[in-house]
Structures are given as C-alpha cells and as structure tokens.
C-alpha cells in the first residue's frame, strides 16, 4: 500500500507549526509537567492531522489489472486506407496483452458504438460497426470508451483519430477524464488520401442586386494537382452555363455573367466533376441573390385550372404574378422565399403533404411572407386544412360545430385488419415525412379516432373489422363516450386475408337498423379481395340512402375496386401512399358528411369593421356573391367583410413576421362571377396583395453572414433615408432550417449603426435568417432575410492531422502520445502499468479529521480532569488507603493549588507531626500551608534553590 498527496501545497502550513508549539507550550505552563507534556503532544497531533487531510492523504493500492478501450476514428476524413492502418495497429496492440488485462473497441464518426466490449480475449478481425461518417466527435466517444470501465485497476483509452472534430469538445471530456483517472493515449492517423481531390469553396455573388442589372458570378475551386474538370453552374435548379476547365493545384476562380429579371431570392449552385476525385461531398457550392423589383406573387390552383382574371387584375396593378399547378406548392422555404405573397385558390389539401404545409408556415411566420387562401369546394375545410399548419397560419379556424339534432349521423368504419396491415406506408418522393415505426394498422386507428372526436356526442359511431371474417371493434354507440371508445379502438389488431365483401356487408346491415338522419361508411383497405358482386351490394346499400367513401392505403391497394365502391356508394375515393394522409382524409371526410361546411345562396356582403386595405374602394357598390365556405374567425382575427348571416367572408391577421387573410367565397364564376367582371375587383386585389406581401424595409439594411468553424455570425448594417446610422435599434432575428425547428436570434449593437449576433450551424443546409425589429423611435426595422448554404460538412475540407489537441489530450490525462509505425517494444507499454500503477487514490481525509477530533477529547480530558485524589475522595475512597495502594508513598498532588514546592514542605510537615488519634484525611491545614509557602518564597529569593517539587513554578 502506498500513500500520495492530492494537494500537497497544503504542507507549506507545516512552517507554523514551530510557532503553534510555542504558543501551546506558553498556554500549558500552569499544568503539571507530565500532563503539560501530555496536552502538547495531542494538540501537535491534532495540528498535523488536520493538514494532512487538507492535502489530500490518500492510498493507493498497486494492480497488474489494465484495462485499454481502443477508440478507432472511421469518419470520412481517414478514408478506408486509414482505417485499415488502425485496425492493424489495434491488432498488433491486442497481441501484446498480458494475463488479466482486458480490452475493448469503440468506432466513431458523427455518432460512436461499441465494436467490442471490455474483454480479456477480445477479436476485432474486421470493424462491423456502421457510424455516420460525415462528421466526428472525439468528445462522444471518449465519453462511451469511459463508461466501459470498471472502477478497479489502470484505466486507458488508446485513441486513433486524425484530430480534427467537427462536433463536441474534447479538451472538455478530457478533463472529466483526468478526474476519473483515465489515461488517453494518442495516436494521429493520416487523413484520407486527397492527392487527387478536387474541392469547390465557394460561389461569390452580391446578396442584393436590382432587377435587370449585370451579375458577376465567380466560384472559385482548389485542387492538390493540376487536372481538367467539368464546371456546372445553375440558377434555381436550371443549368445556366457548363464550361471544361483545366485546375492547377491551389486555388482557382472562374467568373460568369448573367443578368436578372426576376425579383425575389435566387439561388446559385456550383458542381465541379473531375476524374479520379476520391470526395464527391465537397464538390457542390450554393450562393443566394435577392433581386429588387416589382412584388413577386405566386398564384397556386387547383384542378378548375388557373385564374387568369385574377393574375391580369394583379398584373395591372404592377405586381408580378405567377401560375402554378396546387401540385407544384415549392418544397424549400429558399424556394418560396422568391416570392413576396401566395395565394391558395381552391387547391384541395389532401393533395399538399404536411412537409409542404410547413414551409409555408415557416415561410409566414419567420420569413415575413404573406398568404391569402381563397374559397372553394376543395378550399378550407372541406378541402382538408382542418388542424394541418396552413389552418393555423390562418386568421381563422374550419372546425365548424356540428348540428346537435337528435340524431343527425351514424357513422360506420371498415377497416381492413387482415396481416398486410402491420406493414408501413410512406412515398419520400412526394416530399412526405412517413410517420416512423407505425404501422398501417395503428395509423388507421389514430384516424378512426381522429373521426370520432369530430362528430358530436348524440352522432352514432361503429367500426366493424375484417379480414377473411367480421369482428365489431366498437358497435354502434354514441359518439360521446370517447374514453370506452378509444379503449375498444385500441384492441384492434392485425391478422388473417382480406374479404372486403364481409365488411361492407356487416356495416351495412348494422347502419340499415339505425334511425339517423345521415347514414355513412367509411372503408379503408390496403389489399386485394376475392371476387363478389360489390355493385350489387353497394346497390342495396345506397337504396337505403347511405352512401359510402373508400380509402385505398399503400401501393398493393385495388385502387380501381376502391374507386368503383365510391362511385357507385355516391361518395368519394381517396388514395394515399403517405402515411400523414391518412388520419386527414378521415377528418376530412368525417367533417364532409357531419357538417354543413359551405352556403350558396346569392347574398350582398356587408362591412364589418374599416381597414386600410378597403381604403379607396366604393363598398356601398359592393357586387353580390353566391356561395362560400363556413369559417370562424380567431380571437385576433379582423373580420373585415361578413355574408348576409354573418359568417366571415374576408379576415386578416398578423402571424410572426407575416400576414395572411383568408376570403372564403371563390373568385371564379361558381360563386364570385360578378367580382370578377367588377370593375374595382383589380383595385381591391391589388390592395388586399399589398397589405400581406412580405415588406420592403423603409431604412437602407445590409446583412452579412459569415460561417466559420461550427458558427456562422450575423452582421446588420442599419440607415436611414439620409444614410445616417440607426443607433439604438431593438432587432431580433430567426433562423430557419429545413428539418429543424426555427430558432431565435438575439443582436447586440458593436458599432454606429453596426448590429451583430451569432446562432451555431447543426449540420448541412440552407439557413434563412430573417431581421426585423424597432427602431430607437418605434418605427418598425425590416423584415429582411437573408440566406447561407452550408453545402457539406467541414469534414470533407483537407487537413492535416489536428497534432496539438491530441497531445492536449495526453498531456492533460497522463497518456502518451503514440505512431503506427511503433514497434512491440513500444505497443507493450499500452499494457503496462509504472511503478505507481494503482487503483484510483482512495482519500482518508474523513478518517484524518475523526482522529483529530478524537485527540481533541482527550485533549480536553487531559487538562480538566481533576487529581487522582480528588476524584477519589469524590467516589468515598479514602487517601490512606490510596497511599497503602500506592506503596506507603505520599502520593503526589495533582491540582494547581498543591502542585507547588511549599504544597510539598507543608505535606512533609505534617506526615511528621505526631499522630493524634484524629483520622487521617489527607488534607493539609490551610494555615501550616500559608506558613510553608512564605518559607519557601524566602528561601527561593535569598538562595535561589529550588526544593524538590512535583510541579512547575507558576
């Protein structure tokens, strides 16, 4: 067993302790010499210990038990040829063990696992383990070699890596290591060969240009060698220009030309190809370009075809607009950002993917863009925006309360529960986020229940599910017990063929025994079915006045089947290979046969409240329409036209950076023929486009962002009219990234007119940061936003091996910083233990201070204990018998008062005063010791000898 200090500077205390022994020996000169002697020595004791434990006294115990964790980097940046340098390094290493050590395996990249557990015969023959290699972090597997670790016996970690991290802090963990008493042991590989890596590093374009104007384009690539490579650069995914380029080594700018006619923001991608390029990540760049002009509207449709009345009215009111199908609703919010304001006419939303919705939520809220949705047949509710992001966005809500007649629906749903419904559904291809890990089994029953909670609680509701037979999940019963309902729903499970037929046959007979007003089946099926006559069924069927929808789920569905059941039911077929569709098309359809959801009836609108986009419009000649879709407006709504009953026909809100507003009658000839032949219809579209179209900022604002190391920094340059800085300014900013959550940004002011914040990069992607804010007077700032692309991952950029943070590493743990190329005279040492090898220290700092107060008792004992005879007598002992016991002697006096030299004369006096019969007590007279002590004192001064004594002087 061996002892070591932690924090020996506290011995540096041991240099007063000469000057505490002098004060303790001052302090004990009244007690007798012995015990005087006795208090010293304790305190001393007590001093030392105490020291002792402040620096950290601790035991260590010697092991031959070694315990290596092996963390292999297979990030992109080593390469294969890496990887199989370490795997023989890690091989040879494991070869060298000795009896009783142990050793294990952990690869990273991005993420980290465990190859092989801590082992004492462990084979890496090959690595197995699959981590993402577009990035590394050094920090996590530290962490994850760590937690292998018993807590007896030497604990290193061999790692192999080029150093470069690109996530995590490893300095960080290092230290958490150190504390742990883990040794890491460095070992830098070569990163991936790059001899023949062609890189592109950036495209250069002005952020802001004007519309028409001249644009340099510049991209600039880096070679190791000089090669021939092929250069493609393209404006919003269309080739724009291709030229053969020959690449010397270092770096290389190439200049081209375009001009723009577009306002809105424009995105600029550079692909460079060369033959032999072992990295294909790192040769994609991607600029952005903000063009200045007339307002930029993008005008979707759905399948009546395009508005072309409504995309003249707005041209003549000098915006710019563009048709699309509802189909080509963009994918990315840079795309969308192109333009200043959308409109949704009639496009039906079970065709538009909740990924898209949310873009264009993203778009409003955090890019300041405007949305208008106009009404229809396939617009707002019935159209399937219930509870999707579009529908928030809105300035109002298409939950319409259903009717509460007595009773007004019965409801039933057929489910197909045969085996083929425990699989998974899900197209990415249509830009779909398929639902992870739910089968289409459980997603059709979130959407039975989704329906359910729709219908009011006097509507019946039954589901019936099939395979090759029946079983009543839930029978007919009222909609409004939803807790037995959702329990009943969650006992369905999958099993057995299908038999469609069955199906249909058992909910139809159960809905022809119910009184209900309105009679509906719902089928969902995602398979085949024998053969029967499902007209005739269906015949049977609607001849009681039920109708019935079908819903074809996944590609191995009988679409044309589905789709012949709702035709011939007089109801509607749906089919989706999207797994978020499918709770929809049920609360859509639920909502369709539940609720009265649209009006037609020719009506005048009336003016709810005034509002500066009705400004300049005679509305007292406002024309009449003859239908809309029911809405309800929001709290923050403004409501600012209303039909003849008083339901919202024209709302605006703000939402985020942005605004939206939503007319719920069509601007078509269904219901707003005489809008459209109005000859103010232009002037009020053109306005109300105006009022929710992003904003142009009224001060002069440039904003820059920089991207360096993980972080990209945000610099606003603030005017106003007069080109004077804008001091003072309150601006905040967000950020979007497909696929993350928005994130807010905070600014500080650096410099006159100078404004600067920071928000970290999580990965590749295309960042939108929007800046708005007040200015010191409360004018409004902005919005202006901006974008960056961070193409590929720092990983992919050449480097050499990042050497001082792996000797950092070493340095702050105790580790060694190793080669491949070492000998097995050098790998051994990975396997031994030095001289101190040992258990990590086990502090004794508790056991020092319990000794140190346990000397300090006796401390406190050994000067107030009273004398031996004392506390005799006190116990009824007599001194004679004490001094027999103690062999005839006088025992000696033991308090202050008779531990003096005339205490002793006058004792021996009276031992030699002739006994007079009177017991003996032991005590002297008080007046033979006054007379003792003058003698003493007298015979002290005059001779300066002392008398024989027990005591000190005083």
Same mark, same amino acid.
Not at 680 to 694: H, N, P
């Given at each position: 067993m061996n002892l070591t200090l932690l924090t020996p500077h506290y011995l540096l205390l041991l240099l007063v302790l000469p000057g505490i022994v002098w004060l303790f020996w001052r302090s004990t000169t009244h007690l007798p010499r012995v015990r005087g002697v006795l208090v010293l020595v304790l305190r001393v004791l007590m001093i030392a210990l105490v020291i002792l434990s402040l620096s950290g006294l601790s035991v260590k115990n010697p092991t031959e038990q070694v315990n290596v964790m092996f963390a292999i980097d297979a990030s992109d940046s080593v390469g294969e040829e890496g990887r199989e340098q370490v795997l023989d390094f890690v091989q040879h290493a494991l070869r060298l063990m000795k009896k009783g050590d142990r050793a294990g395996v952990v690869v990273f990249g991005a993420d980290a696992s465990v190859e092989a557990s801590l082992q004492v015969t462990p084979e890496v023959k090959k690595l197995a383990s699959t981590v993402p290699g577009h990035a590394t972090d050094v920090s996590h597997a530290l962490e994850l070699a760590m937690a292998q670790f018993p807590s007896a016996g030497k604990k290193r970690v061999v790692l192999l890596?080029?150093?470069?991290?690109?996530?995590?802090?490893?300095?960080?963990?290092?230290?958490?290591?150190?504390?742990?008493?883990?040794?890491?042991?460095?070992?830098?590989?070569?990163?991936?060969?790059?001899a023949t890596d062609v890189q592109l590093d950036r495209v250069m374009i002005p952020s802001r240009v004007s519309m028409g104007e001249p644009l340099e384009v510049r991209v600039v690539a880096s070679a190791q060698q000089a090669t021939p490579a092929h250069l493609l650069l393209f404006r919003d995914q269309h080739l724009l220009a291709e030229r053969e380029v020959e690449l010397r080594p270092g770096k290389n700018s190439f200049t081209f030309l375009d001009t723009l006619e577009d306002p809105g923001l424009h995105r600029y991608e550079a692909i460079v190809n060369a033959a032999a390029d072992p990295i294909a990540e790192n040769n994609r760049v991607i600029a952005f370009a903000d063009v200045m002009g007339k307002a930029k509207v993008l005008i979707l449709y759905g399948d009546e075809g395009p508005p072309e009345e409504l995309a003249r009215a707005l041209e003549a009111q000098g915006l710019a607009p563009e048709l699309h199908r509802g189909t080509e609703l963009p994918t990315s919010l840079g795309?969308?950002?192109?333009?200043?304001?959308?409109?949704?006419?009639?496009?039906?939303?079970?065709?538009?993917?909740?990924?898209?919705?949310?873009?264009?939520?993203?778009?409003?809220?955090?890019?300041?863009?405007?949305?208008?949705m106009l009404g229809g047949d396939r617009s707002f509710g019935p159209g399937g925006y219930h509870r999707t992001p579009i529908e928030r966005a809105l300035p109002v809500n298409m939950d319409v309360p259903a009717k509460m007649t007595i009773p007004s629906l019965a409801l039933v749903l057929v489910i197909d529960k045969s085996d083929s419904m425990g699989g998974y559904i899900g197209d990415a291809s249509r830009g779909s986020r398929p639902l992870q890990g739910i089968t289409k089994m459980e997603l059709a029953k979130m959407a039975s229940f989704s329906a359910i909670t729709l219908l009011n609680p006097f509507d019946q509701v039954g589901l019936v599910a099939f395979d090759t037979d029946v079983q009543w999940i839930i029978p007919l019963t009222e909609a409004g017990d939803r807790e037995r309902i959702g329990a009943k729903l969650s006992t369905l499970t999958h099993s057995g063929g299908t038999d469609i037929y069955k199906g249909l046959l058992e909910g139809f007979q159960a809905l022809s025994r119910t009184k209900a007003m309105k009679k509906h089946l719902i089928l969902l099926s995602d398979g085949l079915t024998p053969k029967a006559d499902f007209q005739g069924l269906v015949g049977q069927i609607t001849q009681q006045k039920i109708t019935v929808s079908s819903v074809g789920v996944g590609e191995d569905a009988d679409k044309w089947l589905m789709a012949q059941i709702a035709e011939w039911g007089q109801g509607r077929y749906y089919f989706t290979n999207d797994a978020e569709?499918?709770?929809?098309?049920?609360?859509?359809?639920?909502?369709?046969?539940?609720?009265?959801?649209?009006?037609?009836?020719?009506?005048?609108p009336s003016v709810r409240q005034d509002h500066e986009l009705l400004r300049g419009i005679p509305l007292t000649t406002l024309p009449a329409l003859r239908g809309y879709v029911l809405a309800y407006p929001k709290p923050a709504a403004e409501v600012l036209l209303v039909s003849d009953k008083a339901d919202p026909l024209l709302a605006v809100w703000r939402?985020?950076?942005?605004?939206?507003?939503?007319?719920?009658?069509?601007?078509?000839?269904?219901?707003?023929?005489?809008?459209?032949?109005?000859?103010?219809?232009?002037?009020?579209?053109?306005?109300?486009?105006?009022?929710?179209?992003?904003?142009?900022?009224?001060?002069?604002?440039?904003?820059?962002?920089?991207?360096?190391?993980?972080?990209?920094?945000?610099?606003?340059?603030?005017? +106003?009219? %007069?080109?004077?800085?804008? &001091?003072?300014?309150? #601006?905040?900013?967000?950020?979007a990234v497909s696929g993350q959550a928005t994130a807010p940004l905070a600014f500080e002011q650096t410099a006159p007119g100078r404004y600067e914040g920071n928000f970290p990069i999580n990965g590749t992607g295309e960042y939108f940061v929007t800046v708005s804010g007040e200015d010191s007077a409360g004018g409004g700032v902005g919005p202006r936003t901006v974008a960056v692309a961070v193409p590929y991952s720092s990983e992919y950029i050449p480097r050499l091996p990042n050497l001082r943070l792996l000797r950092k590493l070493a340095d702050l743990t105790g580790g060694q910083v190793l080669h491949l190329a070492d000998g097995a005279e050098t790998l051994s040492e990975i396997f031994?233990?030095?001289? +101190?090898? %040992?258990?990590?220290?086990? &502090?004794?700092?508790? #056991?020092?201070?319990f000794a140190a107060l346990l000397l300090y008792f006796f401390d406190i004992v050994a000067r107030k204990l009273p004398p031996a005879e004392e506390w005799l007598g006190r116990l009824g002992i007599r001194t004679s018998l004490f001094r027999r016991v103690a062999g005839g002697r006088l025992a000696r006096p033991q308090s202050p008062l008779a531990g003096t030299a005339a205490e002793g004369?006058?004792?021996?006096?009276?031992?030699?005063?002739?006994?007079?019969?009177?017991?003996?007590?032991g005590a002297v007279p008080s007046g033979e010791l006054y007379v003792a002590r003058l003698r003493w004192r007298n015979s002290s001064i005059g001779s300066r000898r002392t008398f024989p004594h027990h005591g000190r002087g005083g």
């Open positions: 890596t080029d150093g470069n991290e690109t996530r995590g802090h490893a300095q960080d963990t290092a230290l958490v290591a150190q504390s742990l008493g883990v040794e890491v042991w460095s070992v830098p590989i070569g990163t991936n060969s790059r795309e969308l950002l192109k333009y200043d304001a959308v409109i949704l006419d009639n496009v039906p939303g079970l065709g538009v993917s909740l990924a898209k919705m949310d873009v264009m939520e993203k778009y409003v809220r955090d890019g300041g863009g405007g949305l208008i569709s499918v709770p929809r098309i049920f609360t859509s359809e639920t909502m369709l046969v539940s609720r009265t959801l649209v009006e037609e009836h020719p009506f005048v939402y985020g950076l942005g605004r939206t507003a939503a007319f719920t009658s069509d601007l078509r000839g269904r219901w707003g023929k005489a809008w459209v032949e109005w000859e103010d219809f232009g002037k009020l579209a053109g306005q109300l486009v105006r009022w929710i179209q992003r904003k142009t900022p009224r001060q002069s604002m440039w904003v820059d962002v920089a991207v360096r190391d993980g972080t990209s920094r945000v610099t606003v340059d603030l005017y +106003d009219d %007069h080109e004077q800085f804008v &001091n003072q300014a309150r #601006l905040s900013g967000t950020v031994q233990v030095a001289q +101190d090898g %040992h258990r990590p220290p086990h &502090n004794v700092w508790y #056991l020092l201070i004369i006058a004792a021996r006096e009276a031992a030699q005063r002739p006994k007079t019969g009177l017991p003996e007590s």
